[in-house]
């Protein structure tokens, strides 16, 4: 079979950069030079969608290799072929390595492009667009083609000083806001992002890779977390209880920390900044965000709408960067508390510089969630969510499955896994028909291919092979197609070391007992699921696996925003989780009032030296 892919060329979509850049859409960028009109970069048509011609040529076998009883089969990949120069950049650039002493961060290789060619991200300090004074930037490219799509500016310490300055100066006049006053705020940022919705996704798309209707669900679960911060006032709510001794009253309320930081990663641009600052300013505080310096677009665009949406100058400030702001912030003493996601790495270097310097710190890190499936399981929907959660975001979610654990064995399944996995769409993100997109950036894909090999040089066997999947028009683009290693044991790198790809682990136990314990020796307790027809098996399971998330018979039990989303073990440091209940209680500290207004006896009062208790002496 041929991998085919789309002959013919329609007319130009509307330009996706117009979308994301247009300085008349996007005040967040600023103009890539004085020559630059509204005719290069045109307003877009967002329900537009590239092309894909039923005229199809055959290119050769490129699909994914399988390997199955010793035979070999690609499966085909139909993926659409855009228009030269229809993002409305530059359709060539060479692609050069990064020159020697690129900050930290900046990716191994970035296409050569003309300074004057490229707009440059704002920041957002008090309320203000500004361009930032660094000589210090960094690429932000599109996963697909490498084409840079800004230039990110690396904040200078001065500014970085200037937004929290922005952020500490609105704290007293913030916290002093009504809060059904500061809900509203809320209600109107979660109508303007329901407004922009196709917007949003369309960043998310062009500077991440997913596809856009996974960008909608990342823009969308995001959203979820807004409209619960309008419900603020039942979650803020203290406690009061009266004449705890004569004429005593004791009450507690829940008061504003000052000024809040987060931390994001690269994985879901508009999802987790809304994780952050929602919740944080509902409660009082006011924030500086540092999005992900690979896919800034979408958190500076939630910016603009919360302006919008009526937050005042200085509640919520941007700053753009790398190590340097990372470490400002978790020394910086006006900072009270920091939220962060991301790498292992990472996460344990902030909790602990961070924490040294007294802060509150809550940092989602790293993951290996397993699934268990019995063999009672549905084997279409087990099948159909392993697939979906293994594969999605091209396996860029810290809650992929990523791993699965058949209990008696997984040779029954993997033919079932295989025809699915197979029949996966790789392709650019804005392609309809696409299932998964590119990953990140080329170190990812060398990262991913690299722990590939080591699970088959470690005896893995190699059942679906996506390593050398191409696609057409985007052969520069950082793709990996499904890729399935059987017979995984632990111990092997590639069980032991989080992949990020598209690729699924599949091992086996002998028991459900067996299972269990399997998942629990790894030390890492983000999420977890078991496909069983059996409610007895399925509440053992709940009871006795040590992971904070747990789905049965559903693959990805990310909590909607009533409660907290609750990674355990090496996936989270901290003691208090993101959003819901534990969210409002990381962003709020708890204030005790003990009241004694008693009725003036006229009798002369007496100094008592003993500890004061409710019982009368």
């Known amino acids: 079979m041929f991998l085919r892919v789309a002959a013919k060329r329609q007319a ?7 979308a994301i850049f247009a300085p008349q859409l996007s005040g967040f960028l600023s103009a890539p030079s004085a020559s630059t009109t509204a005719a290069a970069l045109p307003t877009p048509t967002v329900a537009c969608r590239p092309p894909i011609s039923e005229d199809h040529v055959a290119v050769g076998s490129r699909g994914y290799h399988s390997v199955n009883a010793g035979r070999a089969s690609t499966f085909p990949v139909k993926v659409p072929r855009q228009p030269a120069g229809w993002r409305g950049f530059s359709a060539s650039a060479s692609v050069a390595p990064s020159p020697t002493g690129s900050p930290a961060g900046a990716p191994s290789a970035a296409p050569a492009a003309s300074e004057g060619d490229v707009p440059r991200v704002k920041l957002l300090i008090g309320g203000e667009l500004v361009e930032s ?3 210090h930037h960094v690429p932000v490219i599109n996963p697909a083609t490498q084409e840079v799509l800004a230039h990110l500016p690396l904040a200078t310490r001065d500014e970085f000083s200037a937004a929290v300055r922005a952020a500490a100066d609105a704290f007293p006049a913030w916290r002093a806001t009504p809060l059904p006053v500061r809900a509203r705020v809320m209600l109107k940022l979660q109508a303007l992002i329901r407004r922009d919705m196709d917007r949003l996704a369309l960043s998310v798309t062009t500077e991440q890779g997913k596809t856009l209707a996974d960008a909608r669900g990342d823009v969308f679960r995001g959203l979820e977390v807004v409209e619960q911060a309008c419900a603020m006032g039942t979650m803020q709510m203290g406690e009061l209880l009266e004449n705890v001794s004569a004429g005593v009253d004791t009450y507690s309320m829940r008061q504003p920390l000052g000024v809040c930081a987060g931390i994001c990663p690269f994985n879901f641009p508009a999802m987790i900044p809304l994780w952050m600052f929602p919740f944080a300013v509902t409660a009082g505080n006011t ?6 310096e690979k896919d800034p677009g979408a958190a500076m665009m939630l910016a603009e709408l919360a302006l919008e949406a009526g937050l005042p100058p200085g509640v919520l400030n941007v700053v753009h960067g790398t190590h340097d702001v990372v470490n400002w912030m978790c020394d910086e003493p006006e900072i009270r508390a920091i939220s962060f996601v ?3 790495k990472a996460g344990r270097h902030i909790y602990a510089r961070a924490a040294a310097h007294g802060k509150r710190v809550q940092c989602n890190m790293g993951a290996k969630n397993h699934a268990v499936v019995l063999p009672d399981a549905d084997p279409q929907s087990a099948v159909n969510a392993l697939v979906g959660a293994a594969f999605g975001a091209a396996g860029q979610r810290c809650m992929a499955i990523s791993t699965a654990v058949f209990v008696g064995g997984s040779e029954q399944w993997e033919p079932l896994l295989l025809e699915a996995a197979s029949r996966l769409h790789v392709s650019v993100g804005t392609d309809p028909a696409a299932d998964l997109g590119p990953v990140i950036s080329r170190d990812a894909k060398a990262r991913i291919h690299a722990l590939v090999d080591s699970g088959v040089k470690d005896g893995a066997r190699l059942l679906l092979d996506g390593r050398n999947v191409q696609v ?13 290693l059987a017979d995984v044991r632990e111990g ?16 086996s136990a002998d028991s459900l007992d067996d299972a269990i314990a399997l998942v629990n020796r790894n030390p890492y307790g983000n999420g977890t699921a078991i496909f069983t027809s059996s409610g007895a098996a399925a509440r053992k399971f709940q009871n006795e696996i040590d992971v904070g998330q747990v789905g049965i018979n559903l693959p990805i039990p990310v909590p909607l925003p009533f409660f907290s989303f609750t990674g355990s073990r090496a996936s989270f440091a901290g003691d208090l989780n993101f959003y819901g209940k534990a969210g409002v209680q990381f962003y709020t500290y708890t204030k005790t009032v003990t009241a004694a207004w008693k009725e003036p006896s006229g009798a002369a009062s007496k100094v008592s030296m003993a500890f004061p208790t409710s019982q009368k002496v």
């Open 12 to 18: 130009h979509c509307a330009p996706l950069a117009g």
């Open 133 to 135: 004074r660094s000589d």
């Open 287 to 292: 924030f500086v965000l540092k999005p992900s």
């Open 342 to 344: 991301g790498s292992d």
């Open 472 to 484: 057409p028009g985007y052969e520069s683009g950082n793709f990996v197609g499904p890729t399935i």
């Open 492 to 507: 092997m790198e590639c069980h032991r070391e989080e992949i990020f790809g598209p690729v699924l682990l599949l091992m």
